[in-house]
């Protein structure tokens, strides 16, 4: 059988043992093969991926960045206010204060790093043309209700009681709008910190899952510095870390785990009385009481260290699971190749 080309003349056949002539250069000699590329520098291994900075890098960038600013905040701070702690009475204003201050400088590290990758904070998990809209208040039911719920489960336990008011009038509407503020706060820190530049950039390097449990595992290991922490507490914490990771993941931003992070912490605090990571915050409204075993009541902890606290972590995860079905962060435009490579 012959073989033709499309135009039905024959084929060009080779004899036994011999190939194409090589092409000829302008002198009439064969050309010589290209030479290979040159292997990479250890350096450019060590430092450049398929897509620029490698993601460990870049993180260092962001918290050397971080930890620089927050030196030099502390120590103006130190010049011009000394060691002058608040009162207990004061404590909303100093939350509010640290807080501020805190998601202020994680918000201009996040921005220099827009401008160094070409990227936006809407890539990062926050953007701004969404704030305070449905997810958000979605997520400050979610948080209140959750905690209402484990209180109950406490209660039909026999470990809680939900107790008086302790204040009355005017004070009811202040300290709830204080903490309100305080607490808002804390969910911006804490869900941006954690969960905005850090965990876009480690998923661009090991990918989201991997990274979310890692940065969980640091939130977790984080509460467990607070006064009277457990570690029953530092786990909740870290599954707390988690379920908001989850949320991200499903909603495409922050704004339902900041609404949820800030309601839950504002009812413990605020609302029920109870401790929040072994701090009772001064204002509160209910004079709540626990009795019983410390691994149900979770002892100095409150709530976030008792055992049921988990249980009502894992339901969470699986209503969460069905409420948002797909997965919706990071953008997969955000993660094209938008930085200079090295030369």
Known sequence: MNMRTSGGLPAPMFSEGLSPAAPAGGDGNPLEPAPPPPP??????????PNGLRAGWRLLIFLGIFFTLAFLIGVVARHFIGDQQPGPAEGYLSTILSEAATFALVLVCSFVMTKIEKRTLADYGLPWRKAFRGKFWEGMVWGFAALTALLLSLRAAGAYSFGPPAIHGRDIAFYATVWGVAFLLVG?????????YALFTLTTGIGFWPSAILLSAGFGAV???NPGETWIGGLSAGLFGFLFCLILRRTGDLWLAIGFHCSWDWGESFFYGVPDSGFVSPGHFLSSSF????????????????????????????????RFREARYPDPAALGDHRPHAA
Do not use: D, Y
Not at 42 to 48: E, I, L, R, S, Y
Not at 292 to 315: A, D, F, R, Y
């Open 40 to 49: 990479p520098s250890t350096a450019n291994v060590v430092f450049m991926g």
């Open 188 to 196: 911006f820190v804490e869900e941006f910190l954690f969960r905005g």
């Open 223 to 225: 509460h467990l510095t």
């Open 291 to 322: 009795q019983g075993n410390k691994w149900i009541t979770g002892g100095s902890v409150g709530p976030e260290g008792s055992v049921l606290c988990i249980v009502v972590l894992l339901v969470l995860w699986i209503l969460f699971s069905f």
